[in-house]
């Protein structure tokens, strides 16, 4: 045989075997395609599921650093980025009506209409009418919410990094007692969010109304909300930025964003000063963007004020009046004040000095201090504070400590006549033993408060008997409780 006739055969062998094995060949080819195929389409409906059901797509460009509750430098979206701001609708219309749409997931239904009806163009067009109609169905829909069933939690200042707060030097036992971490204000808010919650001011609840007869008098409000819903009053204890947290893991004052809302500034472990979400104020502010639906008519919480260490973090701005920038940080303080009320935040004193103001807890009935030291630091308050936040009619209790018991306030009671001269109408003390306590007199109104510390959080976790947890109408203690804390918690 010759070689090219051994070559062809050859060749003529290898195609019979290549035929043998075509159709494997085709569908192997053809199942190839499709599983390429069905990987490529899921993939692009994961993503675009991801970033179109409930947040939109973040640019890295939008991203900023800030520490987590550990310390550490984390990526977090800029404020455009998480609300989506880039979504404005482009035709007059739709903006309104995209307004007015927020306003009334704030329960505010006839503003909402209001906001329709006066601007002409959007009360014609089919779509004002629309919105009109949904307003008046959910407003329909609202029921009112019993005003002596309304709890009030407080918090002071949060711990933004764990590790510098919890690092064993002498402040570090108070601060695992009395202070909240910024994750765990984050989780309270998310769960008390999905059990219902809804923020209200605390002159929702109660306010003087004048009668037909000239006489004026406390009423409880008409909190008016959806089937299921809860209202809540929070409030900030002792809202000053003290000297000895400067290096301990707290914001260090608080300043007028660009966005025109207030939030805070803090130094980082790089010794550089940041401004965002660092205290209890801005990460309340971010949440009730996030969640309208959990703030009453645009409710904020109620801060508190001592002066005798400054305000909101201007150290001289009601402390040291032989400082050379006294007055301007007087201004740049009362500008922040201004700022907060425009948003909706109600200020209230803490007293001057955090003086016991009550009766003294030695037992023996008399108060803490003296009546001339308590006429005092009233004054000073009202001269130094009040006349940089403006006028204020409630008073959160230092300590708790409050100027009588669980009876009602009377003329008798020298401290309450003064305090009632000085303009105060609300009195909040502390009382983390039930779920609710006030008393409205006829020219003022008390409430308690609970603490969502530290020490009451570990307290509700550890606790085996379920009749001694004070916190399950609100969450689970155990979900909310930082492992970054030591342990046992131990009351300051």
Request: aromatic share 12%.
């Amino acid at each position: 045989m010759s070689r090219n006739d051994y070559r062809k055969r050859k060749n003529q062998r290898l195609m019979r075997r290549l035929s043998r094995h075509l159709p494997t060949f085709a569908v192997l080819f053809i199942l190839t395609v499709l599983i390429g195929g069905a990987i490529f389409a899921a993939g692009r409906f994961l993503l675009h599921g991801r970033f179109s059901s409930g947040s939109p797509a973040v640019p890295a460009a939008a991203l900023s650093s800030a520490p987590d509750s550990s310390g550490q430098n984390v990526e977090e979206p800029s404020h455009a980025a998480t609300t989506g701001e880039e979504a404005v609708p482009s035709d007059e219309v739709s903006r309104l009506i995209a307004e007015a749409d927020r306003v009334a997931a704030g329960y505010d239904y006839d503003q909402a209409i209001q906001m329709i009806q006066e601007n002409e163009k959007t009360a014609a067009d089919s779509r004002g009418q629309e919105a009109i109609s949904r307003y008046e169905t959910a407003k329909a829909a609202l029921v009112e919410a019993d005003p002596t069933h309304i709890t009030h939690v407080f918090f002071h200042s949060l711990i933004m990094d764990t590790s510098k707060a919890f690092d064993g030097d002498a402040d570090s036992k108070g601060y695992n007692s009395v202070m909240t971490t910024k994750d765990e204000f984050l989780k309270i808010l998310e769960a008390m969010y999905e059990k219902g919650y809804v923020l209200v001011r605390l002159h929702d609840v109660a306010y003087e109304q004048t009668d037909e007869n000239g006489n004026t008098g406390f009423v409880y409000g008409k909190i008016m909300l959806p089937e299921g819903k809860k209202p809540f009053v929070m409030s900030q204890d002792d809202l000053c930025y003290y000297d000895y947290m400067l290096d301990d893991g707290f914001a260090s004052r608080i300043v007028i964003g660009d966005d025109g809302k207030p939030t805070c500034e803090m130094t980082l472990a790089d010794g550089t000063v940041s401004r965002g979400s660092y205290d209890l104020v801005p990460l309340l502010e971010d949440f009730i963007e996030a969640h309208p639906d959990f703030s009453y008519r645009g409710a904020r919480a109620v801060l508190a004020f001592t002066g005798y260490q400054g305000i909101l973090g201007y150290r001289t701005a009601a402390s040291y009046s032989d400082s050379p920038t006294y007055e301007e940080d007087r201004r740049q303080a009362a500008e922040v004040a201004q700022c907060l009320r425009n948003n909706g935040w109600e200020l209230a004193s803490h007293s001057w000095g955090h003086l016991q103001l009550g009766v003294s807890s030695d037992g023996s009935g008399t108060f803490a201090i003296s009546d001339e030291r308590f006429i005092t630091d009233t004054d000073k308050w009202e001269a130094e504070v009040e006349s940089l936040i403006g006028p204020t009619d409630i008073l959160l209790y230092p300590f708790g400590n409050d100027i009588s018991d669980f009876h009602p306030y009377t003329s008798e009671n020298s401290r309450f006549s003064y305090l009632m001269s000085k303009g105060f109408r609300y009195f909040c003390n502390v009382d983390a033993s039930k779920p609710y306590w006030m008393q409205k007199g006829t020219d003022y109104f008390r409430m308690a408060r609970r603490n969502l510390d530290g020490y009451r959080l570990y307290e509700d976790m550890v606790q085996t008997d379920p009749s001694k947890k004070h916190l399950t109408d609100l969450f689970d203690a155990a979900d909310i409780f930082d492992s970054a804390r030591p342990t046992p918690v131990t009351w300051y």
